[in-house]
């Protein structure tokens, strides 16, 4: 019901930023939530950012708080995460995923819809 396709990722110097974008498209995306989870080798996958349908009430985790910021173009269909001052521990894959509820993703921290992923390393 809902496909999710990001694209954006990259290798990046530490200090720098990163544009992360997510198109998403099918019947029901404009009821869907939208959030952006990570997951770096050997690591389980980590909850990042969320928004809700209508692009409000933006949620992240403590540790991107400041650095990352979570918007939805609800027009065009595409959610965005602008990552600024990028450190190492912020290398993982990043995955782009929707939820019908807000608890799926705040509460259970996963989600009813996935993309594919894109990579990003942040390098010293």
């Known amino acids: 019901q809902v496909q999710l396709v990001e694209s954006g990722g990259g290798l990046v110097q530490a200090g720098g930023s990163l544009r992360l974008s997510c198109a998403a498209s099918g019947p029901t995306v404009s009821s869907n939530h939208i959030a952006w989870f990570r997951q770096a080798p050997g690591k389980e996958r980590e909850f990042v950012a969320y928004?809700?349908?209508?692009?409000?009430?933006?949620n992240y985790i403590d540790s991107v708080k400041g650095r990352f910021t979570i918007s939805r173009d609800t027009a065009k269909n595409i959610v965005y995460l602008q990552m600024n001052s990028l450190k190492p521990e912020d290398t993982a894959e990043y995955y782009c995923?929707?939820?019908?509820?807000?608890?799926?993703?705040?509460?259970?921290?996963?989600?009813?819809?996935w993309g594919q992923g894109t990579q990003v390393i942040v390098s010293l």
């Open positions: 995923a929707a939820a019908t509820f807000t608890s799926t993703i705040l509460i259970r921290h996963t989600a009813d819809y």
């Open positions: 928004i809700t349908s209508n692009g409000g009430s933006p």
